[in-house]
């Protein structure tokens, strides 16, 4: 599970590049799909990188658009690769695999929560609780593989080059009891542990900072190392999940998160006090 390269990344970025070809070639969606004898939903799921696009396809593609040999060349291997399988798609969950596959190649990931620990700071009895209380319609089975593919995800947090990851709690997720007691002590536990790994820095927005950018909700922002990849801000939601990558969403995102590190508490009086919940607990 130490591969950076992601299958879920490369196919949204082709897509974009796609997007930006036909549009530089102006051609509308219905022009090429007529053209190409596709669908238009097959050319619009593949620019919204919802499908991938088989080498054969991304190569009739750009010589509609009247792209070069040598530059087709590039982005029929970028298609290639994305028709690897990685290693989350074992568990077939289509709400989550995506997310893990925008995990895996971040450079940097900058996640606000105001109600539950972070999935990527959970530990498995919190988030069995979590999961079975979000999810009443799933079987114990697929609660168990939700917690497995959770818990798998996590080791992005201690691997070689792992990406540099900052969470902004609100103080309530520190003492809503979740679960049994049992679970919460263990939950803070690791959040104290976590906090000391190299990758990971950890603030709390305490009660008192009274109103503040986050309180409209959760959001989580995923930084890329190259100058072609946008950041991408994620909206988890019980029923069906967001992802943004306009340039003008994704800086309001960026400028909120940083307001909200100003206004936590700083990462070493952040732990002293899930230290201190944690105590208080034993």
């Not at 082709?14 to 097959?42: N, Y």
């Not at 696009?53 to 060349?73: F, I, K, N, S």
Request: charged content about 30%; proline content about 6%; hydrophobic content about 40%.
């Amino acid at each position: 599970m130490t591969a950076r390269r992601s299958p879920t990344l490369r196919r949204r970025r082709l897509g974009a590049e796609l997007r930006r070809r036909r549009e530089a070639a102006d051609l509308t969606i219905e022009q090429v799909a007529t053209a190409l004898r596709f669908s238009d939903s097959k050319i619009s799921r593949i620019e919204n990188g919802q499908i991938g696009a088989t080498p054969r396809d991304v190569r009739r593609m750009l010589e509609h658009y009247g792209v070069a040999d040598d530059e087709q060349e590039g982005l029929v291997q970028v298609a290639r690769e994305a028709q690897q399988r990685p290693w989350w798609q074992a568990y077939g969950d289509k709400d989550i695999v995506p997310l893990a596959g925008l995990e895996a190649e971040a450079a940097r990931i900058d996640v606000y929560e105001a109600s539950l620990v972070p999935g990527l700071l959970q530990t498995p009895r919190y988030a069995e609780t979590v999961i079975g209380v979000l999810r009443p319609d799933f079987s114990p089975e697929q609660v168990e593989r939700r917690v497995e593919l959770r818990m798998a995800r996590q080791s992005l947090l201690t691997r070689e080059n792992a990406p540099v990851f900052r969470a902004v709690l609100d103080e309530a997720i520190l003492r809503r009891p979740v679960g049994d007691p049992e679970v919460m002590r263990q939950q803070l536990d690791h959040l104290v542990e976590a906090a000391a790994l190299p990758a990971v820095t950890l603030q709390v927005i305490p009660f008192d900072a009274g109103a503040h950018p986050g309180i409209g909700g959760a959001f989580t922002i995923f930084e890329y190392s190259g100058p072609a990849e946008p950041d991408i801000v994620y909206l988890e939601h019980t029923t069906n999940d967001v992802y943004i990558e306009s340039a003008a969403e994704t800086s309001v995102s960026r400028e909120a998160f940083g307001r909200l590190c100003a206004a936590a508490r700083p990462p070493e009086e952040s732990k002293a006090l899930v230290a201190e919940l944690l105590a208080s607990r034993r």
